[in-house]
């Protein structure tokens, strides 16, 4: 005989109640806690905002409590609520509006990393299964108009007192709430659930955006016309390496042995515009600087790739990582992670060395001045392990997952500080190939990083965090650049007067710039202040130096300047 366990029978009242007390506390870890720290002026206050949100949610539970609607949207917040806890919680990461965008325009690759073990048995214990029970009760609904009536006598009463706890305190909560923005993106179900729909407005009011043209008046200068051999720029567009990591920077560990013996020059203070790729890359390359800069703003006009195309320059983009954004939608676009057959490669994804046997093919057939740019995998997590081979494994143990949970914050940085080690060697190399090429070519490298990265400082892991709040970690970013000796002599650059200047803060907002500048291109739209090289760049070419901004060069005629060595802050050491 089989036994049949009966369904229990709740009123949807109950139901509401168990949900919302299921959703307060067990998906809010991190907004009761941020929500501690936070109020800690005051216990009454906390006590009081904490009473005012439990109401709120309650009432909210209440509103969706039909039949029919009730089960699938309380399912919904269940499942959204354990999956954004799972990222607040271990991650340390806010889910706003921009957080959604990353996650949308991921790749498969990428998004692999996340969906780990820990991840599916949180959702089964968190998101399956006090969904099951939602759907295995059985509830008792009213007619409409007596639920009608029930639901109002609730909703009004919790509404008007929880409204009430807050303004009778409305001065500490409403200071906390504006000083702390990140308190209420805490907040499950509604923090990630408003970030998507904000995420999905903006998506639909873009989608017949018209791109306005930005520096039709561009040409190439002088100094270009005359350098006798094409000029060719990489720009490499890094990914999630952070200033602090790079010995250059006077980080304890050496991770830049190779920058270091080319005499790179590296910019010891430079702030990124963004904390993740999909605002920094587009703003990056954005006439806007940081304080103008918005995502429609980018979106709508063109970038420093449509400029420097417009003045003559053949610009390609070669991606090893999720795609340019949009800014190389206009310009020859390849990308790296198509080679399958590359030992580099391994299930979609490539290690950065994949763009340098396509360089030096392209070094070798360029005929016209142009600029490559070079959009990196770099130091992307949470699986650092997987950015660099083993030949670059040097700092140990690594951690050796993408749950970096498991594994302590100094295998974390071993496998981090790794992957800077090969980003390295790959920046080196790119140097190096523009250097082999210099009986052809007058080539130079300049390198900056997207955002950093957080490694467990504070429990913050990965990237991401609004940039109000964002620690140095994610925003502190390095910026790295090398010439050479044709590049040097043709361009009128003095690289012992860059080097005098290397401590001078810097930000993505130069690199729109800047590149203009090492291509000699001349528009309305550049501006020499943000060019981070004019100072120490002569403005003519070889020869001609009348009212020339370097005056240096006018006694030098035989430029280059000596390669100096890279800059180390004191304090740098080498392991
Ligand atoms: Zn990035």
Not at 138 to 154: D, E, M
Not at 188 to 211: D, Q
Not at 475 to 495: E, H, I, L, N, R
Not at 542 to 571: E, H, R, W
Request: charge should be neutral.
């Amino acid at each position: 005989m089989v036994t049949k366990i009966r369904r229990p029978e709740l009123g949807s009242i109950t139901l509401s109640a168990i949900v919302s007390v299921y959703l307060l506390a067990i998906t809010n870890n991190s907004f009761w806690t941020h929500a501690a720290i936070y109020f800690d002026h005051s216990r009454l206050s906390l006590l009081s905002f904490g009473a005012a949100m439990t109401l709120a949610t309650f009432a909210g539970m209440m509103l969706v409590s039909a039949k029919y609607i009730m089960k699938p949207v309380l399912i919904f917040l269940i499942v959204a609520s354990a999956a954004a806890a799972y990222f607040i919680d271990y991650f340390g990461v806010i889910i706003d509006k921009d957080m959604i965008g990353n996650a949308a325009v991921t790749t498969q690759a990428e998004a692999s990393h996340l969906l780990t073990g820990s991840l599916v048995l949180h959702l089964f214990l968190y998101a399956v299964v006090p969904s099951l029970f939602v759907v295995w009760v059985k509830v008792r609904h009213q007619r409409v108009l007596p639920k009608t009536a029930t639901t109002l006598a609730i909703v009004i009463p919790c509404v008007l007192v929880s409204g009430g706890l807050i303004y009778s305190d409305f001065a500490s909560v409403a200071y906390v709430i504006r000083e702390h923005k990140d308190l209420m993106k805490r907040f499950n179900p509604t923090g990630p659930v408003s970030a998507a729909l904000k995420y999905a407005s903006s998506t639909y009011k873009e989608r017949n955006i018209a791109v306005q043209p930005l520096g039709t008046d561009a040409r190439q200068g002088a100094r270009v016309a005359a350098a006798g051999k094409p000029v060719v720029v990489v720009v490499v567009a890094g990914e999630t390496a952070r200033a602090m990591n790079f010995s250059l920077n006077g980080y304890g560990r050496e991770t830049n042995p190779e920058l270091k013996s080319l005499g790179a020059i590296n910019y010891t203070d430079t702030t990124s515009c963004g904390t993740a790729t999909a605002i920094s890359l587009p703003c990056m390359f954005s006439v806007y600087p940081r304080n103008e800069y918005t995502e429609w703003k980018a979106r709508s006009t063109e970038n420093l790739v449509n400029v420097l195309t417009r003045a003559g320059v053949s610009v390609s983009w070669w991606d090893n990582n999720t795609g340019s954004k949009g800014i190389a939608d206009l310009i020859s676009f390849a990308s790296m992670t198509n080679q399958k057959n590359s030992p580099l490669c391994n299930n979609g994804e490539c290690l950065d060395e994949i763009f340098l046997g396509e360089l030096d093919k392209k070094l070798t057939a360029t005929k016209s001045n142009s600029v490559i740019v070079l959009h990196q995998l770099g130091s992307h997590g949470p699986s650092y392990y997987l950015r660099y081979p083993e030949k670059f494994r040097k700092f140990k143990p690594d951690c050796r997952t993408a749950e970096l949970m498991k594994c302590s914050v100094e295998e974390i940085t071993n496998a981090y500080d790794n992957s800077i080690l090969y980003t390295d060697h790959v920046l080196a190399s790119v140097s190096r190939l523009l250097e082999k090429h210099q009986n052809d070519i007058s080539g130079a490298m300049i390198y900056m990083s997207d955002h950093g990265e957080s490694l467990g400082e504070n429990g913050i892991y990965l990237h991401g965090a609004p940039y109000a709040i964002a620690p140095r970690e994610q925003t502190q970013v390095p910026f790295v650049t090398w010439f050479s000796k044709p590049y040097q002599a043709a361009m009128g650059v003095d690289t012992s007067c860059l080097a005098k200047e290397t401590d001078q803060p810097k930000s993505h907002d130069n690199l729109f710039h800047t590149v203009l500048g090492m291509m000699d291109v001349e528009t309305k739209v550049y501006n020499r202040e943000l060019d981070a090289f004019a100072n120490c760049t002569r403005q003519d070419p070889p020869g001609k130096s009348n009212g020339s901004a370097f005056q240096a060069a006018d006694t030098a005629k035989d430029l280059p300047a000596p390669i100096v060595p890279a800059t180390i802050m004191p304090g740098a050491k080498a392991l």
